[in-house]
């Protein structure tokens, strides 16, 4: 697919996803939205990706959604508009790959959300956290009433929902919201040690510890570990598993080939 609003770049198995829409500080609107579904949707089904970063172009990883777009939806158009949004994120979320956020500036409101979609969260020292939708006569709809109280408890999320708070990366990481901080400059470098890591691990487990972790977190104790241990000895069906434990007795790196 040509894309008009993201660039695309693949280093080795690490594919890049850059929302570029600086003029409007990548202000998510329906097209982009609907670009960001399909670039998804051709990492999910390309075997030669191991991990995806997502950032933005210029001063921004997502200042929010466009207000010019909602500003004049009515109830049901605002509700699609919503679930559009939310039905992206969760691919994101839900993607049998990891997805590192590098945050480069403005994460506000569909922005913090995108972020919160995304497995890591890594974040420019310049970078802004928020849901500010309140003060526009709006509740967060891109899910991220559901997302914040699971990444940093209830009380604080509400805190930041209820006020429209805007934080720093400092707060953002002192409260759980992204994983490091990094000075501006070294922030993709670091995004892409990380996902070069990440991606050098065997795909298999990777892939079966996110859903794990992801179906695991939605359910009670004891469901949660038949779910792990079903992914577990998934693992062993697979020939990744039998390289990585030779490897180990052998004293050398394992050859992982996602099989």
Avoid at 48 to 58: C, D, K, P, R, S
Wanted: aromatic fraction near 6%.
């Amino acid at each position: 697919m040509e894309y008009k609003k993201l660039i695309i770049q693949d280093n080795g198995a690490v594919r890049v996803i850059k929302i570029n829409n600086p003029e409007a500080l990548n202000a998510l609107n329906t097209a982009i939205l609907k670009e960001l579904d399909a670039a998804f949707t051709e990492v999910a089904e390309d075997n030669g990706i191991l991990a995806v970063v997502l950032t933005g172009e210029g001063r921004a990883f997502v200042a929010g959604a466009d207000i010019s777009e909602m500003k004049s939806k009515n109830a049901i158009e605002g509700e699609i508009f919503g679930k559009l949004g939310a039905s992206v994120f969760r691919k994101i979320e839900l993607l049998p790959k990891p997805v590192i956020a590098a945050v480069n500036g403005f994460a506000l409101g569909g922005g913090c959300e995108l972020a919160m979609s995304c497995d890591i969260r890594l974040a420019s020292a310049k970078a802004k956290f928020g849901q500010p939708e309140v003060g526009l006569g709006i509740t967060p709809g891109f899910s991220g009433t559901q997302r914040m109280p699971r990444l940093i408890g209830m009380g604080k999320a509400k805190e930041l929902i209820y006020t429209a708070d805007i934080i720093d990366a400092a707060e953002a990481y002192r409260i759980g919201l992204v994983n490091h901080v990094y000075e501006p400059e070294a922030l993709m470098e670091e995004a892409m040690k990380m996902a070069e890591k990440i991606a050098s691990k065997a795909p298999i487990a990777v892939k079966n510890s996110k859903e794990a972790i992801n179906r695991g977190i939605q359910t009670d104790m004891d469901s949660a570990v038949a779910i792990e241990a079903y992914l577990f000895g998934l693992c062993f069906a697979s020939e990744d598993q039998k390289e990585g434990m030779t490897a180990f007795f052998e004293k050398r790196k394992a050859n992982f080939q996602n099989k």
